[in-house]
């Protein structure tokens, strides 16, 4: 550890580099730790509430998410064949996991509503530019493209049902 080494870092010695670890992760703890109390809560409502959901809904659901998976493996760089053995195994779980999203997109609409939550513009930009950051790449081309293929929508779901949780562990 030299001092170009430190500077890479933007820090002056091994001690202000040890404090900047430290805060990192602590503010990683705290993000892993509020992620596993919204899922422990999402769970909980997802077991407490029980209704049917149309079977064609559901194929469709299930139909999509085939389609996204099948084209992120594409994406990973897997050859077709390797992709096309995937898909099978994949095809058995689709079911269930449209059927999780679907519920928890009503309950999660139905608690939006009541709590009058939305996303915000301010918010899915936000989002949007952490995502861009973490993608290496520009704010509005990520927003471009998100547009495009429908993910703008469910990157505002997304935010509207953590607030929605977070609002819930707030008055637990």
């Known amino acids: 550890m030299n001092e170009s080494f430190f500077k890479r870092f933007g ?6 580099l040890a404090k900047v670890i ?9 993000r892993q730790q509020k992620e596993a109390m919204r899922e ?19 194929a469709d659901q299930s139909q999509l998410l085939l389609q996204r998976q099948y084209t992120r493996l594409l994406m990973q760089g897997l050859k077709a064949e390797d992709v096309s053995k ?11 996991q449209a059927k999780e999203q679907l519920k928890s997109f009503f309950v999660m609409d139905a608690i939006a509503k009541k709590l009058e939550i939305q996303a915000s513009e301010e918010e899915i930009n936000g989002y949007i530019a952490q995502a861009a950051m973490y993608r290496q790449t520009r704010p509005e081309k990520l927003r471009e493209q998100m547009s495009r293929d429908g993910s703008l929508t469910q990157a505002a779901l997304e935010i509207r049902e953590i607030k929605c949780i977070d609002k819930i562990l707030e008055s637990a």
């Open 11 to 16: 820090v002056a010695d091994k001690n202000e």
């Open 22 to 30: 430290r805060e990192r992760d602590e503010v990683n703890i705290e």
């Open 40 to 58: 422990s809560v999402r769970e909980y409502l997802l077991g407490k509430v029980d209704f049917e959901l149309p079977a064609n809904i559901v």
């Open 86 to 96: 995937q898909m099978d195994e994949l095809k058995a779980s689709s079911q269930e």
